[in-house]
């Protein structure tokens, strides 16, 4: 069963008892515990793991290294990103559609309007360039967009 509308409630089957509802709503109850109690798990090894990641990121950054091999397990890498975010306050939102109108146009703008992080990304680093390329890299900015942060992502392969 894909979906169920609401004239679906209208043609009512009178072979449905109330023990058979009863079992299914118990189904799902189940499904819903074990499902709960899963996600609960996975929340906290992700929490191990992010706490592990950055500790190994702490550990390499005291010893100066940014690639580590461990024998037999793999290699680790250690790398830097700019990232940008779309503005979060109405007044930054507004002045990044109003500079993106005033280049682009229209029909951009309308695009930028709601942006995943990597197409925002994307856009800044293009941007960015282009103003490298005519010698304003060292005042460039995106009105509405703030300084691009640092982030720290750590990279697995492991040995062959």
């Given at each position: ?16 008892t109330t023990a058979m ?140």
């Open positions: 069963m894909d979906q169920v509308s609401m004239d679906d409630f209208e043609q009512a089957d009178e072979s449905i509802l009863d079992e299914e709503v118990g189904k799902l109850k189940a499904y819903k515990d074990g499902y709960e109690e899963k996600k609960k798990e996975s929340d906290k090894a992700h929490g191990d793991y992010n706490t592990q990641r950055l500790y190994l990121v702490s550990l390499l950054s005291k010893a100066g290294k940014k690639k580590y091999e461990a024998e037999g397990i793999g290699t680790i890498y250690v790398s830097s990103k700019l990232k940008v975010k779309y503005p979060q306050d109405i007044e930054g939102r507004q002045s990044f559609l109003e500079y993106v109108k005033g280049r682009y146009g229209e029909e951009a703008m309308a695009n930028l309007v709601s942006v995943n992080y990597q197409t925002l990304q994307s856009f800044y680093n293009e941007e960015f360039q282009a103003a490298a390329e005519s010698g304003d890299a060292s005042t460039f900015q995106i009105p509405g967009i703030k300084e691009p942060e640092s982030e720290v992502t750590l990279s697995f392969r492991k040995s062959k």
